[in-house]
C-alpha cells in the first residue's frame, strides 16, 4: 500500500510543521477538491473551431504562396508564417487569451509549438540574452530536437542494414 507524506507548513515560515500521512484513496480526494472542472460543452467545440481555423489559414496560405512558389516551398513558407505569427501573438499577449478560450485548439497544430517555444523565453528576458532568453529558449524544442535527431538516426541505421539504403 503507497503511502504520500505531505509536509503542512503554517502561515509563518519557521514555525510549527507536520507531516501528514495520507493513502492513496485520501491524496486524490484532496485533489479532486482543487481541480476545476472542465466545462467540455464549451472547450471540445471552441477547440474544434479554433484548430481548423488555424488550419485554415495555414491552407490559405500554402494557396496564396503556390501562386509564386512550387509546392514544397509554398507549404515551408506557410509553416514559417504560422510559427512566426504564433511568436508575434505570444510576445503581444494574445496567443495565451486565444489558448485560454481555445485549449488543445491551439497547442495541435504547429502554432502550439511555437508559442511553447516563445513563452518561457518571454516570461524570463528580464534575466538576461543569456541566462534569461537564450537558457529558457530551448526548454521544450531542445528535447524535441534530441529525440527528432536520435530517431532519424536510428531510421537511418535500420534503413541502411534492411538493404532498402542501395
Known amino acids: 500500500m503507497k503511502v504520500y507524506f505531505l509536509q503542512i507548513r503554517q502561515r509563518y515560515p519557521g514555525k510549527e510543521r507536520r507531516t501528514v500521512k495520507l493513502t492513496p484513496q485520501q491524496y486524490d480526494a ?6 476545476p472542472a472542465t466545462q467540455s460543452g464549451r472547450t471540445i467545440p471552441a477547440a474544434f473551431l479554433v484548430g481548423g481555423l488555424i488550419c485554415m489559414l495555414g491552407q490559405g496560405l500554402t494557396d496564396l504562396y503556390k501562386l509564386f512558389l512550387d509546392q514544397q516551398q509554398a507549404s515551408t513558407l506557410a509553416s514559417v508564417t504560422l510559427v512566426f505569427l504564433s511568436a508575434l501573438t505570444t510576445g503581444l499577449g494574445l496567443y495565451p487569451k486565444l489558448a485560454k478560450f481555445a485549449g488543445a485548439g491551439t497547442l495541435v497544430p504547429i502554432t502550439g509549438f511555437s508559442n511553447a517555444v516563445t513563452s518561457p523565453a518571454l516570461e524570463f528576458k528580464s534575466e538576461g540574452f543569456v541566462l534569461g532568453l537564450g537558457a529558457k529558449l530551448f526548454t521544450l524544442s531542445g528535447p524535441v530536437i534530441v529525440y527528432g ?3 532519424s ?3 537511418g541505421v ?3 542494414f534492411t538493404g532498402l539504403g542501395g
Open 153 to 155: 538516426i536510428l531510421y
Open 149 to 151: 535527431i536520435v530517431t
Open 30 to 35: 484532496m485533489i479532486q477538491k482543487t481541480v
Open 158 to 160: 535500420l534503413y541502411y
